[in-house]
T-cell receptor, first 109, second 119 residues
Framework: QKEVEQNSGPLSVPEGAIASLNCTYSDRGSQSFFWYRQYSGKSPELIMFIYSNGDKEDGRFTAQLNKASQYVSLLIRDSQPSDSATYLCAAGRNYQLIWGAGTKLIIKP | NAGVMQNPRHLVRRRGQEARLRCSPMKGHSHVYWYRQLPEEGLKFMVYLQKENIIDESGMPKERFSAEFPKEGPSILRIQQVVRGDSAAYFC?????????????????FGPGTRLTVL
């Protein structure tokens, strides 16, 4: 079992809809969780991080954390074609980030 | 406020040569991480450094690879006697010092990467 798991996709979502990206982690000692976006050929870019159970909203993005279920999600409202990218989930542990393999998201116009 | 800087952006080496990749962290950041990424694959952790110290090199191959973060100057990832399998994108990330009483993990900010091609 991988420590941080994501569905590799691709996840196809129509423009204007809500894109829902999911991530599970195995280490209950993880305290912080990060979502990064990576366009093809580019470096990862931090979107959001979350430490506490519940929801955290930033513009069109909402991160959700459920520590009991060891589950993290990222919702993207009003999806735009420019949101098409690979989304990486990472869990913080002992000064490191443990990375998922990423979910490829495609927003169809 | 410059971000993480890496150079060169593209590096071509022949088998057996040495590759030196440089990373300057964001201003005020004291933690540097190196990652490798093959096409269509995830990030692979290589090494974590603070100034003049290697904290964790568990992801570094035992041979040919080394890293440093001197008191002055950028962090260097050095690959000796490169082979074709070393061709990849190498990313550097930095994070700020941990605040007392704050979360144990800080967000990492990535540089643009160095694309290494070994002929």
């Amino acid at each position: 079992q991988k420590e941080v798991e994501q569905n590799s996709g691709p996840l196809s979502v129509p423009e204007g809809a809500i894109a829902s990206l999911n991530c599970t982690y195995s280490d209950r000692g993880s305290q912080s969780f990060f979502w990064y976006r990576q366009y093809s050929g580019k470096s990862p870019e931090l979107i959001m991080f979350i430490y506490s159970n519940g929801d955290k909203e930033d513009g069109r993005f909402t991160a959700q954390l459920n520590k009991a279920s060891q589950y993290v999600s990222l919702l993207i409202r009003d999806s735009q074609p420019s949101d098409s990218a690979t989304y990486l989930c990472a869990a913080g542990r002992n000064y490191q980030l443990i990375w998922g393999a990423g979910t490829k998201l495609i927003i169809k116009p | 406020n410059a971000g993480v800087m890496q150079n060169p952006r593209h590096l071509v080496r022949r088998r057996g040569q040495e590759a030196r990749l440089r990373c300057s962290p964001m201003k005020g950041h004291s933690h540097v991480y190196w990652y490798r990424q093959l096409p269509e694959e995830g990030l692979k952790f290589m090494v974590y450094l603070q100034k003049e110290n290697i904290i964790d090199e568990s992801g570094m191959p035992k041979e040919r690879f080394s890293a440093e973060f001197p008191k002055e100057g950028p962090s260097i990832l050095r690959i000796q006697q490169v082979v074709r399998g070393d061709s990849a994108a190498y990313f550097c990330a930095s994070s700020p010092p941990r605040l007392a009483g704050g979360p144990r993990y800080n967000e990492q900010f990535f540089g643009p990467g160095t694309r290494l091609t070994v002929l």
